[in-house]
């Protein structure tokens, strides 16, 4: 298990840029969940074909061989169906907190096996072993998961030390995103640096968001010839 979290390490590094767009972004994660996906495939035949359970269970289980090719002739579409389903989900959004896709993948993840055991129930061509199913779920879940968090990790850590190319952002205006805006471009896990917030003189921030407040929007302009700034982003709606 170490070597495959080693492994996956290397391969990150070796795919993710200098600069991390939303694109290599969006196609790495992808890549991610349908490798994973397709390792717990194999790993959940495996379990359930290559031991001998019928020693414990008994009758429970049925003998036979594994249905390797039935498998295989099936994996492009389940791939596809996976794909949809997180896209569906927003599971390629940029922005996500690790929380927050945990929670989006399981609910995709079910939402993938609900729709694909009922197209097995009444596609009689194929009958699939629902004990197989019992390891495919849990083991496509947490595989899944790891993936992601080893991306997120691999990204955090290849930023600081590959020097990736930081976007400078000043935030305009107080509202009420103002505050998950500032922590999320604050995060380690993407390539944005807070300059800091302007604000107006009547909707200054208050609590968590006045540590980012660095002036009023009268000093803009100042800013943008001493400061290097890349983005500015405008979030009130009450300016001009």
Same mark, same amino acid.
Request: contains cysteine.
């Given at each position: 298990?170490?070597?495959?979290?080693?492994?996956?390490?290397?391969?990150?590094?070796?795919?993710?840029?200098?600069? +991390?767009?939303?694109?290599?972004?969006?196609?790495?994660?992808?890549?991610?969940?349908?490798?994973?996906?397709?390792?717990?495939?194999?790993?959940?035949?495996?379990?359930?074909?290559?031991?001998?359970?019928?020693?414990?269970?008994?009758?429970?289980?049925?003998?036979?061989?594994?249905?390797?090719?039935?498998?295989?002739?099936?994996?492009?579409?389940?791939?596809?169906? %996976?794909?949809?389903?997180?896209? +569906?989900?927003?599971?390629?959004?940029?922005?996500?907190?690790?929380?927050?896709?945990?929670? !989006?993948?399981?609910?995709?993840?079910?939402?993938?096996?609900?729709?694909?055991?009922?197209?097995?129930?009444?596609?009689?061509?194929?009958?699939?072993?629902?004990?197989?199913?019992?390891?495919?779920?849990? +083991?496509?879940?947490? !595989?899944?998961?790891?993936?992601?968090? %080893?991306?997120?990790?691999?990204?955090?850590?290849?930023?600081?030390?590959?020097?990736?190319?930081?976007?400078?952002?000043?935030?305009?205006?107080?509202?009420?995103?103002?505050?998950?805006?500032?922590?999320? !471009?604050?995060?380690?896990? *993407?390539?944005?640096?807070?300059?800091?917030?302007?604000?107006?003189?009547? *909707?200054?921030?208050?609590?968590?968001?006045?540590?980012?407040?660095?002036?009023?929007?009268?000093?803009?302009?100042?800013? %943008?010839?001493?400061?290097?700034?890349?983005?500015?982003?405008?979030?009130?709606?009450?300016?001009?």
């Amino acid at each position: 298990m170490y070597g495959l979290f080693a492994g996956g390490y290397r391969f990150l590094g070796a795919i993710l840029p200098r600069e +991390i767009d939303s694109t290599t972004e969006h196609v790495t994660k992808v890549l991610l969940d349908l490798i994973a996906f397709f390792i717990a495939a194999n790993l959940a035949f495996d379990i359930r074909y290559e031991i001998d359970w019928q020693q414990w269970l008994g009758q429970m289980v049925k003998d036979g061989p594994a249905p390797w090719a039935a498998l295989y002739q099936a994996m492009p579409y389940l791939l596809l169906g %996976l794909y949809l389903i997180n896209e +569906i989900f927003g599971l390629y959004r940029s922005g996500l907190t690790s929380r927050e896709e945990v929670a !989006l993948l399981i609910k995709a993840q079910l939402f993938t096996f609900g729709i694909m055991f009922a197209v097995a129930f009444f596609y009689r061509g194929f009958s699939y072993s629902r004990f197989a199913a019992v390891f495919f779920v849990p +083991i496509s879940m947490f !595989l899944s998961i790891c993936f992601r968090n %080893l991306y997120r990790i691999s990204k955090r850590h290849l930023m600081r030390k590959m020097k990736v190319v930081w976007e400078r952002v000043l935030v305009v205006g107080v509202c009420e995103v103002t505050k998950d805006l500032a922590h999320r !471009l604050q995060s380690n896990d *993407n390539q944005y640096s807070l300059v800091g917030l302007l604000s107006s003189e009547k *909707n200054s921030p208050s609590g968590s968001d006045a540590k980012f407040h660095i002036g009023s929007i009268k000093q803009l302009g100042k800013l %943008l010839t001493r400061k290097e700034i890349d983005k500015v982003l405008l979030v009130s709606g009450a300016l001009s």
